[in-house]
């Protein structure tokens, strides 16, 4: 039988790195929330020892360069499953965006194996083998709202957001993640203040929340994309708050508290913005 799972995208609503690793990895802090702007993923066991991966696009492959793929592939070795696996990815998610579309179909076939074969794995050991696959795997096998640590695999869960709308705008443009991260100048990072941004998440502050999303590799992509800087300012304009870039971008969002306000603001980005998105937290 048929088995559906959910892969919801995730926000930066902070990105600090701290440290470069002695393995090529950086030391980051990122938190993380989950959209309702999600992927959908269909699988179904086959008898033949198999990985089959079935899915629309033209900027993703569908074979063992998936990360879903990648996943099943993982989770059959780890737990020594002799049975294949059918999965059909429904691609919602805009393609290396900044939005952990990759991460979060891995994380979501974890999960959907586990059910699928029936195994009882708790989530802790599905995160540990999807850090393995990437670094926001670990974070997208729990979705809501948590801090990331160390290359990404030690999650802390955090309240969740104030309820608010986001609006997300991304350029016709993909931006690598790794291209972002060797560009960095560790001396020179003006880092984002995660404590205060997790004290509002804690108290459901939404204006303090907006005054403290951050992220380092920003001012980066911004050096290489201008056009990521003119959807800022075109958000500014409009009034829009809490406007940032998510991870390595190039997709850039606001949070906003009142339903008119954020549907104003969506109508303003479309036309200007190749794929623009009104969506909420998951929280
Ligand atoms: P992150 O925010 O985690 O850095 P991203 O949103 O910027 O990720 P992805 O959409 O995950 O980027 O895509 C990054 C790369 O991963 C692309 O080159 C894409 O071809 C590849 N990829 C492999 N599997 C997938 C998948 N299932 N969905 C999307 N991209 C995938």
């Known amino acids: 039988m048929a088995l559906f799972e959910k892969a919801p995208a995730k926000i930066n609503l902070s990105l600090d790195v701290l440290s470069k690793r002695d393995d090529g990895y950086h030391n980051v802090e990122m938190i993380m929330t989950t959209i309702d702007l999600a992927d959908r993923i269909k699988m179904y066991s086959i008898e033949s020892d198999r990985i089959e991966i079935y ?87 729990y979705g809501n709202t948590a801090i990331a640590k160390g290359r990404g695999e030690i999650i802390e869960k955090l309240a969740s957001p104030p309820s608010c709308w986001v609006v997300l705008a991304k350029p016709d443009i993909g931006v690598s993640t790794w291209t972002i991260f060797q560009r960095i100048n560790i001396d020179k990072l003006s880092h984002p203040n995660n404590d205060a941004l997790i004290d509002a998440l804690h108290h459901k502050n939404f204006f303090k929340m907006c005054a403290n999303v951050g992220n380092v590799l920003e001012d980066i992509t911004l050096t290489i994309y201008p056009e990521v800087q003119r959807i800022k300012d075109k958000m500014a304009e409009a009034g829009a708050t809490g406007v940032l870039m998510s991870g390595s971008g190039p997709t850039v969002y606001s949070l906003i508290e009142q339903q008119s306000k954020a549907q104003r603001i969506y109508n303003g980005m479309r036309g200007f913005c190749e794929e623009v998105y009104l969506v909420r937290i998951l929280g």
């Open 55 to 141: 899915l629309e696009s033209r900027f993703v492959p569908s074979d063992e360069r998936n990360l879903a793929y990648k996943a099943a592939d993982a989770f059959k070795k780890k737990y020594g499953i002799k049975k294949g696996v059918h999965i059909h990815i429904e691609k919602s998610i805009p393609v290396s965006a900044g939005l952990g579309g990759g991460s979060t179909d891995a994380a979501a076939v974890l999960r959907g194996l586990n059910r699928l074969w029936s195994l009882n794995i708790p989530l802790e050991d599905l995160a540990a083998l999807g850090a393995t696959i990437g670094s926001d795997v670990p974070f997208c096998v």
